[in-house]
Each structure stands twice: as C-alpha cells, then as structure tokens.
C-alpha cells in the first residue's frame, strides 16, 4: 500500500525539513518503541533500559498510560491534535497548542480513537473538552518527554543530524528534486508525486501548503503522515542507525565514565553537541541555565573538544573530531601532524 503525496510547483517551494528532533513526535515514537509490540528490537536495548528505570524511579507508569492510550503502538491511528505543526518551535509552543485544541477537533478525533479500540472514561471527559483533561495530557507530555526523551544519551540529536546534514547536501547539490530523490527506498519521488511506504492506500493532495519532513529516531518501518488532509502537513521518516550508535556490552558504560571523567552535566553538554546548537538551545535542550550552558561550552572548547563559529548574530556550537571520538569511545583519525 502507498501513501501518494501529489506536489504542485508551490509545495517544491515550502518543503522544508525539521532543524532539529520533533519533541512530539519523539515522545510518541519513542513509548512505542518502549511499550509496543515491536518493542524488541535490538537497536534501541540498552536505551529501552534506561528509560525503563527512570519511568519506574520517577513514578511516571500513570502518564506513560496516558500517552499510550491516545497514542497506542498497536493501532495505525492516533489524533492529530497529539502532534501539533507548533512542534516546529519546540515542546512549550507544542503543549501550547494542544492545550488550544478546539473543541469540534478534538471531539472528532478522540471519537474516531473510539472507534478503533475501547478508550478509558477519562478520554470521554477530553472529547467532550473538558480542560482539566487537556491538561493533564499536557502535563503527562511534558513528564514523560523528560523521561525518556530528555537525557543526553538517547541518541535522537546524532542520528537525526546526520540525516539533516544529508538532506541538506541532496538540496545543496540537486535542489528540492534531489532532496526528495534522497528518501529512497523509503520513499520514490516520481515528479511530481512522493509514493511512500504506508500501511493504507491513500492520496494526499498539499495544494501549495508544501510539507515539513521530519527524520525520526525512534520512527521505525515505515514513515508517518497526519490523518487529517486539510491540516499543515508533515511527514515523520526513520533515519538510518549505524552500527557504531547501537552500542555493544563492552560500550554499555561509555555515558557513566565520561560522567565519571567530566561529571554528568558536563559530560551531557558534551552528547548533546553531538548536533549543532547555540548556547540557548543547548540550555534548553538540557534543562539548565544560560549561564552554566556557556560554561560547560568554553571548558569544552578549551579543551579542544568542542567549537564555536559566528553566523550572523548567532554563534554556533559543535563537537571537534577529538570531542566526536571521547563522545564515541574512538579515537579520530590519525594524521601525518600527530
């Protein structure tokens, strides 16, 4: 079955692709891959461990309920109003949104939930828009984001730069027809229609709205488009996982020693510059302070692990070879220099 998206010379002009992990759909995927039943594959082990612990020692199993019974592993449905187009400005523009839900949508979805397996009562109370349910979806969101999705060592920032970082090149090179010939063999791009691997058999016409394409880490199979045809589109791909993500048993301690080398925030500064990001977005990517995020950055780039580049009126932090392979547990590349 194939999932046609048609493209007019409009939509090629607002393709845009995600500038960093969507904290959504993230979440979603990510308690899929921790509660569904495709939770046993091999790549996301020693993640699923850890995230387990945590949900388990911050008492989160009622909010992990909650997400997972608007969003279940196991149905091909779930309501758009969960991943919102405001993802694109980060977790609070997205929680925002959905607390802004109106009530017609989320009736309409909830009950078309409903219809596909047995919901609890307190799903009834948000289809018929009573806020506090809003809220508490909200807040179950935000607690399990933190959980599972939060801690430097989830991987989601490495796998999904690298697959920007390829976009971005496809498009440098061969313009918007070469980014979407770049999705293959997930994706075949026929100008002008995208045919993508989907679990049922529709068209989707953008009608010049364009599509925000979003490399997903936890997205597995096949990708992931909103039910609703007339909302702002996106579309939630898998990226690849190289071999050297997936960490074998003798790596399993890799993120507790270089806690232990450089401490724990600092040595979560250093896995979240695993993809590009100012001091602001590191900060509040981490949960700490302006302040101690820039701290942490000049310790690092001190120590020749980390660099800094003005653009425009935005400098820009990434990891140097040397920090790229204290943060692998491999040593860069030898050079003639060395």
Do not use: K
Not at 117 to 141: S, Y
């Amino acid at each position: 079955m194939v999932l046609r998206i048609h493209f007019t010379d409009g939509d090629l002009a607002r393709v845009q692709v995600a500038r960093e992990p969507d904290p959504v759909w993230e979440t979603l995927l990510g308690l899929h891959q921790l509660t569904g039943p495709r939770h046993g594959l091999p790549v996301f082990a020693s993640w699923r461990r850890s995230a387990r612990a945590r949900v388990a020692e911050r008492g989160l199993a009622g909010p992990v309920r909650m997400l997972s019974a608007l969003a279940p592993a196991s149905a091909g449905y779930w309501p758009d109003f969960l991943t919102p187009g405001a993802s694109a400005d980060g977790l609070d523009a997205a929680l925002d949104a959905l607390r802004g839900t109106p009530r017609q949508q989320m009736r309409h979805e909830v009950g078309r939930l409903a219809g596909t397996h047995p919901l609890p009562r307190w799903a009834h109370d948000l289809a018929r828009g009573e806020r506090h349910r809003t809220e508490e979806v909200a807040t179950a969101f935000r607690l399990v984001h933190r959980a599972i999705i939060t801690p430097g060592w989830t991987g989601a920032d490495t796998t999904t730069e690298a697959d920007r970082a390829l976009r971005t090149r496809a498009l440098q090179d061969h313009g918007v027809h070469g980014l979407l010939d770049s999705l293959r063999p997930l994706m075949d791009w026929r100008p002008p229609v995208l045919h993508v691997r989907y679990p049922e058999d529709r068209d989707l016409h953008l009608g010049g709205r364009g599509v925000r394409l979003i490399p997903s880490h936890f997205c597995w199979g096949a990708p992931i488009a909103l039910a609703d045809p007339d909302l702002p589109q996106v579309l939630a791909y898998p990226v690849a996982h190289p071999s050297s993500w997936a960490p074998e048993a003798t790596r399993d301690r890799l993120p507790e020693a270089l806690a232990t080398l450089l401490g724990r925030t600092r040595a979560r500064v250093l896995a979240a510059l695993g993809s590009t990001a100012t001091t602001g977005e590191l900060a509040r990517r981490l949960g700490i302070s302006v302040s101690s995020a820039s701290e942490h950055i000049t310790a690092l780039r001190d120590a020749n692990l980390a660099h800094s580049q003005r653009t425009g009126a935005q400098v820009i932090h990434t990891l140097t070879a040397l920090g790229t392979g204290l943060l692998h547990g491999e040593l860069p590349p030898h050079t003639p220099a060395d």
